[in-house]
């Protein structure tokens, strides 16, 4: 069993940034494509972005490109999303997820095995 601890998350004003970090508990980290989704108050939870098990092909969803950046550093078993320029529809839990190690659709929240507890972002205009 993998177990996925968020941390990282807090209050901060529109433009400015936070960064996520996602740990594993597994010394098997390297072998799981890793994503991270979204749930704000009244939505179904999002995709947001996602890395393929050695870094190599990353994904993200429209509305976070040019200002989210996902990346993982296998050797520490954890996952980071670096958040600029955040906006207060950014607001969100944010959760990280782990699966595969090869994943079809990164995007398909129904592909990962492994979820982490959520780590609230919110983001004031």
């Known amino acids: 069993q993998v177990q996925l601890v968020e941390s990282g998350g807090g209050l901060v004003q529109a433009g400015g940034s936070l960064r996520l970090s996602c740990a594993a508990s597994?010394?098997?980290?390297?072998?799981?494509?890793m994503g991270w989704f979204r749930q704000a108050p009244g939505k179904e939870r999002e995709f947001v972005a996602a890395?393929?098990?050695?870094?190599?092909?990353?994904y993200y969803a429209d509305s976070v490109k040019g200002r989210f950046t996902i990346s993982r550093d296998n050797a520490k078993n954890t996952m980071y999303l670096q958040m600029n320029s955040l906006k207060p529809e950014d607001t969100a839990v944010y959760y990280c997820?782990?699966?595969?190690?090869?994943?079809?659709?990164?995007?398909?929240?129904?592909?990962?095995?492994?979820w982490g507890q959520g780590t609230q972002v919110t983001v004031s205009s």
């Open positions: 597994t010394r098997t980290f390297s072998r799981y494509a």
């Open positions: 890395i393929s098990w050695s870094g190599g092909s990353t």
């Open positions: 997820a782990g699966g595969g190690p090869y994943i079809e659709n990164m995007r398909n929240e129904n592909e990962y095995d492994y």
